[in-house]
């Protein structure tokens, strides 16, 4: 099975940017813990800043987690895929769906407008933007069984192409 059409979009991470967010991070914790101290109770001021080093890890990992993220879209005659590839080493397939159960694909700014009827009950909604990518925010729907599903991307215009070509110009509404 050939690709008709592959695009694979990443987030550029400059290293100033890294080390920037690195320090305001110290920054942020050491800034915490100072105010913390001037609690009179002492172990709530403990617990407070165990809670906030917790949350403020799991965030930093989250866009850390971001930032090295890429998505890969392959689609080819009869297919649409999307591998999520974190780092240099993991891929996972997010999904391979047949165009057929495709429902269509419509830009989120349509939908915030005004196209009320589009918007289903969906089952399961994946998030396959990066940050720092300046495209337009586009939403597809297909259907898994009985189930109605949604992903959220940022194709290019040649995805975007290749798209209506597939599909057909009535399922890609932008």
Same mark, same amino acid.
């Given at each position: =099975? %050939?690709a008709k059409?592959?695009?694979?979009? +990443?987030?550029?991470? &400059?290293g100033?940017?890294?080390?920037? /967010?690195?320090?305001?991070f110290?920054?942020?914790?050491?800034?915490?813990?100072?105010?913390?101290?001037?609690?009179?109770n002492?172990?709530?001021?403990?617990?407070?800043?165990?809670?906030?080093?917790?949350?403020?890890?799991?965030?930093?990992?989250?866009?850390?987690?971001?930032?090295?993220?890429?998505?890969?879209?392959? =689609? %080819?005659?009869?297919?649409?895929?999307?591998? +999520?590839?974190?780092? &240099?080493?993991?891929?996972?397939?997010? /999904?391979?769906i047949?165009?057929k159960?495709?429902?269509y694909?419509?830009s989120?700014e349509s939908?915030?407008?005004g196209?009320?009827?589009?918007?289903?009950?969906?089952?399961?909604?994946?998030?396959?933007?990066?940050?720092?990518?300046?495209?337009?925010?586009?939403?597809g729907?297909?259907r898994?069984?009985?189930?109605?599903?949604s992903?959220?991307?940022?194709?290019?215009? +040649?995805?975007?192409?290749?798209?209506?070509?597939?599909l057909?110009?009535?399922?890609?509404i932008?």
């Open positions: =099975m %050939t059409f592959t695009e694979k979009i +990443k987030t550029d991470v &400059k100033w940017k890294v080390i920037l /967010f690195l320090i305001a110290i920054i942020a914790i050491n800034g915490i813990t100072q105010i913390l101290k001037q609690l009179d002492q172990r709530l001021a403990g617990y407070i800043s165990i809670a906030i080093l917790l949350a403020m890890i799991v965030f930093s990992f989250k866009i850390i987690n971001r930032y090295i993220t890429e998505y890969e879209f392959i =689609m %080819t005659q009869s297919r649409f895929k999307a591998n +999520k590839i974190v780092g &240099k080493r993991s891929s996972k397939e997010v /999904f391979d047949n165009l159960q495709m429902e694909i419509v989120q939908l915030k407008t196209n009320r009827d589009l918007r289903k009950k969906i089952n399961e909604k994946q998030n396959l933007t990066l940050i720092g990518i300046k495209r337009e925010k586009m939403i729907y297909y898994e069984g009985e189930n109605l599903n992903f959220i991307f940022q194709p290019n215009e +040649k995805m975007l192409v290749a798209l209506k070509k597939g057909g110009e009535d399922k890609v932008i």
